[in-house]
């Protein structure tokens, strides 16, 4: 008997924090894993190390300006790999034949079109990137579907109900509520939102993230969005999905079955565990994250959202149930008004009203295929843009 086969990985947004906690499982189990594919967006120096440290076939810089430096860097190092640049490599390294699972870790709806491309090629398609679930979930699961992709959810959320859904046939699926389950995020007990600094935001209590989903979850857009991703992922509709708020990060979300049964999936909060479920399921590896220490763990709380301090959270609900492109315009908004606050030009408080100008001025139809959704996040952003140029 022989030991586990090797699978290949690409890892797209490979410098980001998904994925450095990915390569992070990834390197405890060398004989299950090997890295095809790495890739960034134009962090060319990080993006150089681990091509020396994980030699990977390949490594993709998103920004194509950057490959000379990108070459030169590996060259430094003494790292070999191939070296492709550009929007299309991504989505061409996306649905090589020659990778086995995907991690889709890019940001924002940059990710869309390499997360198709794994999904289309029948990858074991890791998905974080919620992004692309929000812009375009019908036409992603859609692409699921036909490539034959399995689809294992990487969000800490998403992760928790797949864990808590297996098993269970559609049957009772169709008559289960989701309860995702929310921080609050850095703010939960500050009144003064007025004068919060990108850097408060980003500094989230119990995880450790990239700027833009740190900002999310200080405004609780993180939720909204992955309200949308749920409702997506595991076909419930929008009057089945609630939102609870627990401080402690433990309770990653639960099912609540017509019985009355809850199951909830529990641990540390470390995106390893997720990541590592996605990698081997339907088997169990390590992934070094600590254990869950009951006798430590003092209380678990719960704690209806505060809809009127942080809107965002019901503009996604709204959008869900609005349908149309109304996500698409929710997602493009955020990140407009996100990437904003970040470099400084907006105040935290105004991220939300941004948002809702946007979605107020523009309500595009349902995006009948890929094409649409460009547009429709092409002009919501054009929208945005307006909205910020009238705030200043
Ligand atoms: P980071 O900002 O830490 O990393 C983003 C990654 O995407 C980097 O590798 C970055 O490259 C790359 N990237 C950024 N912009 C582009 C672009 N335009 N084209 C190609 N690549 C790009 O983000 P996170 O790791 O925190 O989040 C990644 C995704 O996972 C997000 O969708 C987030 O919502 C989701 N997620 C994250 C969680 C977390 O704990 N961090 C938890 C659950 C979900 P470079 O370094 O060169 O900029």
């Known amino acids: 008997m022989g030991g586990p086969v090797t699978q290949a990985v690409t890892i797209l947004g490979a410098t980001g924090s998904i994925g450095t906690s990915a390569l992070d499982v990834i390197e405890r189990h060398p004989d299950r894993y090997r890295a095809h594919a790495l890739t960034a967006h134009s962090n060319v120096e990080a993006l150089a190390d681990l091509a ?10 998103g920004d194509p300006a950057l490959e000379d430096r ?25 649905g090589a034949p020659e990778a086995d699972a995907v991690l889709a870790a890019i940001v924002g709806a940059a ?13 074991r398609l890791m998905l974080a990137n919620k992004e692309a679930v929000v812009c375009a979930g019908a036409l992603l699961m859609a692409a699921v579907r036909r490539g034959g992709a399995t689809l294992l959810p990487v969000d800490s959320e998403h992760n928790a109900i797949h864990q808590c859904l297996a098993g269970v046939r559609a049957v009772e699926r169709d008559g289960a509520r989701l309860v995702l389950t929310a921080s609050g995020g850095p703010f939960r007990d500050r009144r003064d939102l007025d004068s919060v600094t990108p850097q408060e935001a980003c500094a989230h209590p119990n995880w ?7 900002v999310d979850s200080a405004t609780l ?16 509709p929008v009057e089945r999905i609630e939102v609870v708020i627990h401080p402690q990060s433990v309770v990653h ?45 003092g209380g678990l709380t719960f704690e209806a959202p505060d809809h009127r301090r942080f809107p965002c959270l019901g503009f996604a609900f ?9 996500s698409a315009v929710l997602n493009a908004a955020n990140e407009v008004a996100v990437q904003a606050f970040l470099e400084g030009r907006l105040r935290f408080t105004d991220i939300a009203p941004t948002i809702e100008r946007v979605l107020e ?32």
């Open 52 to 61: 020396q440290r994980i030699r990977p076939d390949v490594v993709v810089i």
């Open 70 to 94: 990108l070459r030169s860097a590996m060259r430094a190092r003494g790292a070999r790999a191939e070296v492709a640049a550009g929007a299309r490599a991504l989505v061409e390294v996306a």
């Open 111 to 123: 990710g869309l079109m390499p997360t198709l491309a794994a999904a289309e090629a029948g990858k």
């Open 208 to 214: 450790v993230m990239g700027r833009k989903i740190s």
């Open 221 to 236: 857009m993180n939720k909204g969005l992955e309200v949308i991703e749920a409702s997506w992922l595991f076909g419930i």
């Open 253 to 297: 979300s639960m099912v609540e079955f017509p019985d009355g049964s809850v199951l909830a999936q529990m641990g540390t909060p470390d995106m390893r565990t997720p990541l590592a479920y996605a990698l081997a399921w339907p088997e169990r590896i390590a992934s070094g994250a600590q254990r869950l220490d009951f006798a430590r763990l």
């Open 318 to 326: 709204d959008a869900l149930r609005h349908g149309r492109g109304a």
């Open 361 to 392: 001025s523009y309500d595009p139809p349902e995006p009948a295929g890929i094409d649409e959704v460009l547009e429709i996040d092409r002009r919501a952003r054009g929208h945005a843009a307006n909205a910020l140029a009238l705030r200043a």
